[in-house]
């Protein structure tokens, strides 16, 4: 997604809330997120890896991926199939979840 572009068709949103921080804070959110490797059974029980907190500014920040059909209508009938799938991230501060 930041390194070297990513093969999967998606959009990535955040919510009011962290978007009224500046955007610097944006930034360091989408990278924050676009880095995040700490996948464990206690916050990746399925191993989907679609799921995160990472921290910004001294701030906690929750990242969820969605898996749309390619309308962005209804959910993916198969999120693996990049051809079937739009993906969309949202970053957001928990208590916006």
């Not at 949103?13 to 676009?34: K, N």
């Not at 191993?47 to 209804?74: M, N, P, S």
């Amino acid at each position: 997604m930041i390194v070297s572009g990513c093969p999967f068709p998606g959009t990535v949103v955040v919510t009011s809330g962290v978007r009224d921080r500046g955007r610097d804070f944006v930034t360091g959110a989408i990278l924050a997120a676009a880095f995040d490797t700490e996948f464990f059974e206690d916050n990746d029980p399925w191993g989907t890896r679609d799921f995160g907190t990472v921290t910004v500014q001294g701030e906690k920040l929750y990242w969820k991926i969605d898996y749309y059909d390619a309308d962005r209508e209804y959910g993916s009938d198969d999120p693996s199939d990049p051809a079937k799938t739009h993906r969309v991230l949202t970053i957001l501060f928990p208590s916006e979840y």
